[in-house]
């Protein structure tokens, strides 16, 4: 392609780029409720073998989005094969005719891969093409296209890439202590990489990367997790979402350190309410449930910081899995219902005076002047023969015992 092209295209590019970045921006910080994006037809995720054919090849869709009527622009994207992270342990990518790059599997059994010691990224063909090829971007524009990071399969992904499928999700539910050891290995190599590639691209990133509408100042990164579709919410809570969790924690800690703050805010405003109870029972439940959301977001939290085992338990909020939000608001909704004022309740007989608490009957009137001593104080004696004596036909009158 043209030197003299590539600058016109880039040229138009930056024309349109500020109205449609902004309004990527808009959409993931909640300003606007949707966008309308699609990725122009292109081989960029096919038989891309050189960063001179990745660069033809993601040309082609930031060409024609120009003069489509939509809210999001492509971006560049070092692409080469799904396989990249499962090449540094000891897989194999296959380039055939014609076709996107596959990956052989390397070993039977998660016992096996973890005897395989994981290659540096400088050791790894495929990241050193993608690497070449984020430089080759840049030469070629001059920094003013963005660039989104390599297609990031998940560590659950890369897993059933590296260890016969089959063999790793039954392994999964068997021998759950190597299943981990190997995704955590995996994750390890996709943090480092991802960073080694968001340094080399700068400022330009585009986030949060592969088919998603993205935009420089956009943060997150986009995960490939295609077994989701066929596990479990309960197996994707155990071996999937706290491996992308801390992906996310390295690439959207803005975020990150906002959801933290929530379960802060969520801590005191819990034992707040707890305090405040006027009921024993009340002051326990709100306790007990304030307590049970927050030192089940501690868990998960603490396993990704590699501070405490990873457990299967799922992020309060957050996590995929139906009954984990419902149980999470249920617990949400008692919580309110414990803080909610609580109307006066009264009794009938408090409510509704009876005729003779309300009506003073002559005897109690004059008995009441004969109550009283001078010191103030009222006598029980007094008060029998003051009421006896007007009741008796008359004032001083004796009255007989």
Not at 268 to 280: E, M, N, V
Request: aromatic fraction near 8%; glycine fraction near 8%.
């Amino acid at each position: 392609m043209l030197a003299r092209d590539v600058k016109g295209v880039v040229d138009r590019y930056q024309q349109v780029a500020a109205d449609r970045h902004g309004r990527v921006r808009d959409f993931y910080e909640g300003r606007r409720d949707f966008l309308v994006y699609t990725w122009p037809p292109s081989d960029a995720w096919g038989n891309v073998r050189t960063p001179e054919q990745a660069f033809r090849e993601n040309f082609v869709p930031i060409h024609a989005a120009l003069d489509a009527e939509m809210d999001a622009l492509p971006y560049l994207e070092p692409w080469h094969g799904v396989g990249i992270y499962a090449c540094s342990f000891g897989c194999e990518n296959v380039w055939e005719e014609d076709q996107a790059p596959s990956t052989r599997v390397a070993f039977a059994h998660a016992e096996e891969a973890l005897e395989f010691d994981p290659l540096a990224p400088s050791d790894n063909e495929m990241m050193c093409l993608v690497m070449e090829t984020i430089a080759y971007f840049k030469e070629r524009t001059g920094d003013a296209l963005p660039i989104a990071l390599t297609d990031t399969q998940s560590a659950n992904d890369t897993a059933t890439l590296v260890v016969d499928a089959s063999n790793f999700m039954i392994e999964c539910l068997t021998e759950p202590q190597h299943a981990h050891r190997l995704l955590e290995r995996i994750n390890a190599s996709i943090i480092t990489f991802s960073r080694m590639q968001a340094d080399a691209i700068g400022e330009g990133r585009a986030g949060p990367g592969h088919i998603m509408p993205s935009a420089p100042g956009v943060g997150g990164i986009a995960v490939s997790d295609d077994n989701q579709s066929f596990c479990s919410a309960d197996f994707s809570r155990r071996f999937t979402d706290p491996y992308n969790e801390a992906l996310g924690e390295e690439f959207g800690l803005m975020g990150t350190l906002a959801i933290v703050a929530l379960y802060g805010v969520l801590l005191l405003r819990g034992f707040r309410i707890a305090a405040r109870a006027t009921r024993p029972f009340e002051h326990f439940l709100a306790a007990g449930l304030t307590s049970g959301l927050v030192i089940q977001a501690w868990v998960i939290m603490a396993g990704n910081a590699k501070l405490a085992p990873i457990a299967g338990v799922t992020l309060p909020f957050v996590s995929y899995g139906g009954s984990s939000l419902l149980t999470s608001f249920i617990a949400l909704g008692l919580l309110l219902r414990v803080s909610s004022p609580k109307p006066e309740v009264r009794s009938p007989k408090s409510a509704v005076h009876s005729p003779k608490s309300a009506v003073r009957s002559p005897r109690s009137e004059v008995g009441s002047h004969s109550c009283t001593s001078p010191s103030g104080a009222a006598t029980a004696s007094s008060c029998r023969a003051g009421g006896r004596g007007r009741a008796g036909g008359g004032p001083g009158k004796p009255h007989r015992h």
